[in-house]
């Protein structure tokens, strides 16, 4: 699986969008981008994921670029709730070896009031 | 629907002995994964299993290892354990494939 890199942490003011980008230069063309968020003493939970269009859901938005090298996932109106790390994984999705996730150290995202 | 759960959530043993963590999967889902996570740091892939078999495994000795019984509820077993076994260790299930569903996971301390 391609490797991800993303900033170590970022914060945001509660209502604002919050931004966090994913560099995955290295991907392949059958590789989806996914985000997961793990907040404190919880298991990872996912968000969204995407191939090369751009995904909304009711919990976030992913923009991919067009050589898919990078992505942002956007939380439109963060809260302190939101307050968690965000991983970036890229994998291919319903792979007949059912391949595992790799996470990095992700982003850990401080939301503040 | 129950999502995935995991027991106990909490253990605490000693070097040398032996530990068995459970899992029940989501409802539907036939495939259960187990991760590590060493504080500070993401989870790390320990291994997989569907049909009852180990599919795939991480970097991670042979004491490690698990089971996966008919009804896709798993078990993890860690023999003679160390120190550096201690971890919040996770169980995430999934159908054919797709997205991962984690449970809160085991907090195992090795004293």
């Known amino acids: 699986d391609a490797k991800t890199t993303q900033p170590t942490s970022m914060d945001c003011a509660e209502g604002r969008a919050a931004n966090l980008p994913c560099n995955h230069s290295?991907?392949?063309?059958?590789?989806?981008v996914y985000w997961y968020r793990q907040i404190h003493s919880q298991g990872p939970q996912y968000i969204i994921h995407g191939l090369k269009n751009n995904e909304t859901n009711e919990m976030a938005s992913l923009i991919i670029t067009e050589d898919r090298k990078s992505s942002t996932l956007i939380l439109p109106h963060a809260t302190l709730r939101d307050t968690a790390v965000y991983y970036c994984?890229?994998?291919?999705?319903?792979?007949?070896?059912?391949?595992?996730?790799?996470f990095g150290s992700g982003t850990r995202l401080q939301v503040q009031p | 629907d129950a999502g995935v759960t995991q027991s106990p959530t909490h253990l605490i043993k000693t070097r040398g002995q032996q530990v068995t963590l459970r899992c029940s999967p989501k409802?539907?889902?036939?495939?259960v994964s187990w991760y590590q996570q060493a504080l500070g740091q993401g989870p790390q892939f320990i291994f997989q299993y569907y049909e009852e078999e180990e599919r795939q495994r991480g970097n991670f000795p042979d004491r490690f290892s698990g089971h996966q019984f008919p009804n896709y509820s798993s078990e993890l077993n860690v023999n003679a354990l160390l120190l550096g076994d201690s971890a919040l260790y996770l169980c995430?299930?999934?159908?054919?494939?797709?997205?991962?569903?984690f449970g809160s996971g085991t907090q195992l301390s090795v004293l």
């Open positions: 994984i890229v994998r291919v999705e319903g792979d007949t070896g059912r391949r595992a996730l790799t």
């Open positions: 409802s539907g889902h036939d495939t």
């Open positions: 995430a299930s999934s159908l054919l494939g797709g997205k991962l569903f």
């Open positions: 290295t991907i392949s063309g059958n590789e989806y």
